[in-house]
């Protein structure tokens, strides 16, 4: 696989706590291609964030992670350590995150923290690099962009703060961005702007895009390939058009079901996946959704691996016939997005 | 899912950790427990140990060394100051003075403090700022010279350090009450006894008060340790508590004229006040970070 | 910017006069000035002459008026004792305490920032627990005990500095480390809760994320922002030395305001306390308002509030 730009391979982070290790993220793996858009779905908790930032070598302090290859176009990431990863990082793999409120350094102005990014990176002028982040903040859609490099955080609205992280992500034009429910702070009007430039200036750069979230709806409009996680496994992965026209793991048809869609306006009642995910600590044994889902039998106890065809479409399920027989049910009526 | 969610779910899912376990397990607590507890009963045993009368001056036998110096003996285990007078019945005696100082300072500036920084953090407004300017002023004072300058105008006495201290070192009480009423005038049962129709002294008596113990606790521990370090270097300046009470300062400041030659007249009532300040501190920071710890600051 | 200092400076105006009255009230309340300067050897009819003369006998709130008048020209009274314009008196012992009080500060800050810095990087480790071991016992430390530790071993054990007088700068060297290892644990120990918390935020998240390397995180994203509240917290500490300086300068026999305390009240000189608790009130209200300027100068977020 020499064309893909990220290679992880079973991917695992455990996390020391006072009531035992928590194995976050367990034998997640994944490629993402140059220029495509991979989105990684699913609730609070499944492990998605941590898998991002270990991604990134930025795991929490008693975070262990092991993989058993992190390929990042070409280069070994196991063999990188710190000096090297953090080259890589702000470089060419950059990342955004879901709180736009704190993320910027409250006592530099927006200008000290976009050129700090690109001269961390490159031995550039002052100058050059105000000219870049000029550009970048224009291209974000921030209007009076020179004055804005002025100003501090403070000064600025929710939404653009996060324009201003886009921004600083773009600023050495990274191979790879990693955006962590980019948009779930922000009013809904905002998002869909937000979601809009990022597709943009994934095209416009080619960069290869993570796009972490917990809302199916708004990947349905972007996402070439999907992973769903559930508890800290993906339990599907494939291409959108497949993961949303033939979802075969119950937790993808749940979360499907959940979108809200403008096709069934006044639904009585919008569907919801009962209870919560699991505590992650000691071991979950057999399939982690089995709790929570409806065509639940003892053979679920069993361990399961992901099954079928990796390019296309993998789940992590004993029961796909079935499943998919009684999503064709559920879907009746209810129109699905493809 | 952010590190912090994730800390948040890890707090939901642990097992809740048994209180008493904390206590056992944090070090300092346990430390200052002991040194104080230590001290606490020598101030108590005091009468019925101590070999001399701590007044007694006996100027045959002036500045005995301890008994493990070349001269000392075990008639008087820690020697005798300039007058003769034993040093050990002084220091038990002394064990008094100061734990009557920082308990009797704690419990009026407590009180003090706690009613202003209640009447701040429950009504806020007006009443806060004024609060608020009253406390910024105290601060502005200094400490020390206030205490000297009122003792010496006012004479001095145990009573009067006692009563100028607490007049003085209320404003750390003032503000950690106010901030933690703050917090809980806005919580549910607060809410309910006023919708119940509770008189605002009620309200404040019996909701927010009891609510507060574990901050005044802190809080009054650890204005102890400062007003038994106040009446120390107030009597070591010789205002603070009248000769010839045992106070330690006032042991220091008699043995400072014999610094060269008997520093230990000087290091062993030195030694017994760092001990009583740092385990009252190490007992104050103990209880902050078991029971209060947004008591921090 | 501007108005922030204003509105700043006015609030300063309005605490100093509060003080000031307090200040100058604390001496007739807590005694009977008249009796005071006749001293013990004084009659009814002395203590009556003196009240008339110096004006006691006038309701309190005049005689504040017109002190604060004759402050306000520079003019703190007469020394009792000196029988000498108290502000001369002042300027020339301030010297002393200021000097004192400055090179404490730099030393507590030179001790205390690279130690909260160093225990706030690597919290529960082994600077981590020297930090600690190192603020527990100066909090515990009594001044004028450890003073006399000290002048038992220059004197005695090493006699290699001066222990007593305030001529040269060998002289100081003593009083500063007493007076700032003073101050010392309390910066020490918000710097490090400062540095801690800061390296938890989202923004440092961010800095690591962007590739900042970490020195520059650690010395500029982290500490401008941890630093904060140590500016506010090294003005009052200021403040309280230049208290201490009382105790400090009695035992090391300086020359300084903090001795004439002392001195002064062992005199009842109460022209000359009265002016000395209005000037070290004073020092610690413009401390303070200072420390808010640069604070807001440092920080945009309170700068624009």
């Known amino acids: 696989m020499d064309s893909m730009l990220l290679d992880i391979e079973k991917l695992n982070v455990t996390i020391d706590t006072a009531a035992g290790p928590l194995k976050a993220v367990q034998n997640v793996s994944l490629r993402v291609a140059k220029g495509e858009t991979f989105c990684i779905v699913g609730e609070s908790g499944c492990g998605k964030s941590i898998t991002a930032l270990s991604l990134m070598g930025l795991m929490p302090k008693r975070a262990k992670r092991r993989a058993e290859r992190m390929m990042f176009d070409g280069t070994d990431m196991t063999t990188l350590g710190e000096s090297g990863m953090r080259r890589l990082r702000g470089n060419r793999i950059s990342m955004i995150f879901q709180e736009p409120m704190t993320s910027l350094n409250p006592v530099f102005t927006i200008g000290q923290q976009l050129t700090d990014v690109m001269r961390a990176h490159s031995r550039v002028s002052l100058a050059e690099a105000r000219e870049r982040a000029a550009f970048l903040l224009n291209k974000v859609g921030i209007t009076n962009a020179r004055e804005r490099l002025g100003q501090f955080p403070h000064e600025l609205s929710g939404g653009l703060r996060q324009r201003v992280m886009i921004a600083m992500a773009l600023m050495c034009s990274p191979d790879l961005m990693i955006a962590d429910e980019p948009t779930t702070a922000l009013d809904v009007t905002i998002q869909a702007e937000l979601l809009r430039l990022l597709r943009d200036l994934q095209q416009e750069f080619e960069m290869g895009l993570v796009l972490i979230t917990h809302d199916l709806g708004i990947v349905s409009r972007i996402a070439d390939r999907i992973a769903v996680m559930y508890a800290g496994q993906i339990v599907e992965d494939g291409t959108a058009d497949e993961i949303f026209g033939n979802p075969l793991h119950p937790y993808t048809q749940g979360l499907i079901a959940c979108i809200p869609s403008p096709d069934h306006p006044r639904m009585q009642h919008l569907p919801s996946i009962p209870g919560t995910v699991p505590p992650l600590i000691g071991g979950l044994k057999g399939c982690h959704f089995r709790e929570r889902c409806p065509y639940a039998m003892p053979s679920c106890m069993e361990e399961i691996e992901l099954k079928g065809h990796e390019a296309a479409h993998r789940y992590r399920c004993i029961l796909p016939a079935q499943t998919s027989a009684a999503h064709a049910k559920m879907a009746q009526g209810e129109q699905v997005h493809a | 899912m952010s590190d912090q969610t994730l800390e948040y779910r890890l707090a939901d899912i642990a097992p809740p950790r048994r209180n008493y376990r904390r206590w056992l397990t944090h070090t300092g607590l346990i430390l200052g427990g002991t040194i104080l507890g230590i001290i606490l009963i020598m101030a108590v045993l005091a009468p019925f140990i101590a070999p001399f009368n701590p007044y007694e001056q006996n100027l045959l036998v002036r500045i005995v060394p301890p008994v493990w110096m070349d001269g000392g003996s075990w008639e008087h285990p820690l020697g005798t100051d300039h007058l003769g007078r034993d040093y050990l019945s002084r220091l038990l005696y002394g064990a008094q003075v100061s734990l009557l100082i920082g308990v009797g300072t704690a419990l009026i500036s407590g009180v003090i403090g706690t009613t202003l920084g209640i009447l701040a953090g429950y009504f806020g407004g007006k009443v806060d700022t004024v609060i608020t300017f009253i406390i910024t002023a105290r601060l502005s004072m200094p400490v020390i010279l206030v205490a000297l300058a009122v003792v010496a105008l006012a004479g001095s006495s145990l009573m009067i350090v006692m009563t100028v201290l607490g007049l003085l070192l209320w404003d750390r009480f003032a503000l950690v009450i106010r901030a933690a009423t703050q917090q809980i005038r806005n919580a549910d049962f607060v809410t309910a006894s006023q919708v119940q129709g509770c008189s605002v002294f009620q309200t404040l008596r019996y909701e927010i008060l009891p609510n507060l113990m574990n901050s005044l606790v802190v809080v009054a521990t650890l204005e102890m340790a400062q007003a038994i370090v106040l009446e120390a270097a107030l009597s070591f300046l010789g205002l603070g508590v009248p000769a010839p009470l045992p106070s330690w300062g006032l042991m220091i400041a008699e043995g400072k004229s014999f610094i060269l030659f008997d520093p230990w007249l000087i290091t062993i009532p030195g030694v017994l006040l760092f001990a009583l300040v740092l385990g009252t501190n190490l007992l104050g920071d103990g209880l902050r970070d078991v029971t209060a710890p947004e008591a921090r600051n | ?305």
């Open chain 3, 1 to 305: 910017m501007l108005q922030y200092t204003l509105r700043r400076l006015a609030s300063a105006v309005i605490l100093m006069l509060f003080v000031s009255f307090v200040a100058f009230a604390l001496v007739f309340t807590a005694g009977d000035p008249a009796a005071s300067i006749a001293g013990e050897g004084g009659t009814a009819a002395d203590a009556e002459r003196i009240r008339s003369v110096y004006g006691f006998d006038r309701p309190l709130v005049l005689q504040y008026a017109s002190w604060l008048g004759r402050v306000l020209q520079g003019d703190l009274g007469q020394s009792i004792y000196f029988n000498q314009p108290v502000t001369s008196i002042l300027i020339e012992r301030f010297q002393a305490t200021m000097l004192l009080g400055v090179l404490a500060l730099c030393f507590a800050l030179l001790l205390a920032i690279p130690l909260g810095i160093a225990a706030g990087r690597w919290p529960n480790s082994i600077v981590d627990r020297v930090a600690l071991l190192f603020a527990v016992v100066g909090q515990a430390m009594p001044t004028f005990w450890f003073a006399l530790l000290l002048i038992i071993l220059f004197s005695v054990t090493f006699p290699i500095l001066p222990t007593s007088g305030g001529e040269t700068w060998r002289h100081m060297i003593l009083p500063t480390i007493v007076l700032g290892y003073f101050a010392a644990p309390a910066i020490m120990r918000l710097t490090r809760s400062g540095m801690i918390a800061a390296l938890e935020t989202d923004f440092i998240r961010t800095a690591r994320a962007m590739g900042i390397p970490s020195s520059k995180i650690l010395s500029s994203y982290a500490l401008r922002n941890a630093l904060l509240p140590v500016v506010s917290l090294a003005a009052a500490q200021f403040g309280f030395m230049l208290a201490g300086s009382v105790v400090v300068e009695s035992v090391f026999a300086i020359h300084g305001a903090g001795r004439l305390v002392w001195e002064s009240i062992l005199r009842s000189d109460l022209p000359t306390i009265q002016a000395l608790v209005l000037c070290f009130s004073m020092f610690y209200v413009v401390l303070t308002l200072v420390a808010d300027i640069i604070n807001a100068w440092l920080d945009p977020r309170i700068r624009d509030a």
